[in-house]
């Protein structure tokens, strides 16, 4: 129909996939997210990290490369666990900065102006809704966490060679888990956080206070009982023992502290909390904003 | 007419407290209106029926589908436009209503398209571009409705699509929604307050009070039927002996005061046999007038005596209090 032909059509060609239909939230919210200047560059730096750690993965396998700029191979990174794990927290860091620049307005924009109505009325139910705004950052974090860490690690066998891929294979396992269960958390807390705050800003300082405030909390109750098991409030710090577990390097012990007791000066050893308590911590957080998010991504909200 | 809304022992109940009590009915007219007062439950019989509550017990079924067992289906084929604001911030209107096509599932290829056709329907073909959040009252209304109409719905649920509108808009407005009606290709359930938006644009309707079915008619027969209703006001001559004769014909007849006449015209007697039997009488009629009943006084008598419905028939009632 013609835009001069002011007539009500129905639409009668082909309606698209439901999965087509799925990708639309994402797509809109994506291309919302890119037209701030400052969201695309700061999403260009989020991949200078992985460049780096690229040139030295080339260098620790070049001779020559190492041989013109004078450089030790035993100076140089080892390309192993540690050196993974290096990039998981420095990319997860990275991951929690974009997380708060693009999360908070994800549910809020639609909640404050009763946009969501408009949504579940048509063929999308509330958890297509919700798992379409998790693929927004979903798909940004895994771009700058998970492809380039995968990517790296990719190099890091073709250059290395078959023998070193066999015996690290389940370094890809850890590189993959590692970064789902963080995008998993950050995706989850910030739309969580989306639903309960309409206000951008308000929003954004409330998902950086959920890493910054119990991560104080958790220093004081370290500092002052000499313990780490303050760490477990601490979604930051869980999170790292979460991945040093993934990739073999874990440790309990946690050094030691010199303390007086009952007069004397004496070592005392810090104990982590255990694994299994840290991934605790990590799905409580998560079901809790499944719970919110249950609670707050409805049409209209009953009042019994 | 197929049906359009069949509800079938419908409640709703929010915690302890009863919102729609065993609704039963179906609903087939081109534009049904939905009536009644505050807290009826006029807003949670939509969004009943768009899947926002589920139902307590009992069903409905639009065009035949289950609404709680082919939920998508059904609201693939509805298109609502809610009461109070609803937009994206920051979104131009083009945009928004091409972002609500798609998720109705247009290809985005045609969604463009039909959200430019949409928005000039309406009547904002001009102010397309401008985000949603900078229009006035009246501009957010029709981008609501344009939303409502992009995908081709066969159902346009409104609720309250004239509310706070300046006499122009809701003009505009309500011939949008007339247009469409007589369009046949959408029906269109529109719940309102303002009785005059409903009678201007409904062919049925459906009153609620306190979360039951207060009545519910077809007004275009009611209008029809009400042409055998007639009131006369005479002088002279002998009324009572003119009245029997009136009665003789058939017809139901009461008389009030002193100069009126009411009756009920049977199917062949021509009002043209009034006057030659007033002529015989020697009576003369002064005003012949159609009864006419309002939707308001159909609304007041729901409003005095829930379970008016159909079968019963506000014709039924017209007779018992009118004559």
New interface residues.
Partial sequence: ?A??E???????????SAA??FL??PR?ALR?VFRSKLMTTFFILCFVYPLVASILVYLHHNANALAMLRINVRELLPIDASFFLTFLEIQGGFALVLTVLVGPPLIS??L????L?????????RTEYVLGKMAVLGLLLSSMTLVPGLLIYIFQASLAGFDWLTANLWMSGAIVGGFAVWIGLLTLLALAVSAMVKWRVVASGALLGLFFVPGAFAGIINSLFLTKAGNLISLWSSTISVWSGLFGLFEREAGTVRARVGGQIVDLVLIEPPLWASWLTIGLAGAVCVWLLARRV???E??? | MTNVIELEQLSVTFGKRPILKALDGALKGRAIGLLGPNGAGKTTLIHTLLGFHPPTSGTARIFGRDIAADAKEVRATVGYMPEQDAFIAGMSCVNFVRLMAELSGIPARHALERAHEALFYVGLGEARYRPVDSYSLGMKQLAKLAQAIVHGPKLIILDEPTNGLDPPTRSRMIALIRQIRDGGRARILLSSHLLRDVEECCDEILILKDGSIAANCNLEEERRANRKFIELETRGGDRLAFAEAVGGLGCEYALSGERRLKLILQEQIEIGDLYRLALEKGVQIRRLNYKRDSLEEIFLKAMENEGLTESVGVNGRAVNGGL
């Fill in positions: 129909m835009v001069y002011h007539l009500y059509n129905a639409y009668e060609g082909a309606p698209q087509a239909r639309v939230i809109y919302e924009r639609d404050s102006n009763n946009a109505p408009l949504y579940l009325c048509r063929p999308l139910s409805r049409a209209y009953v009042i019994k």
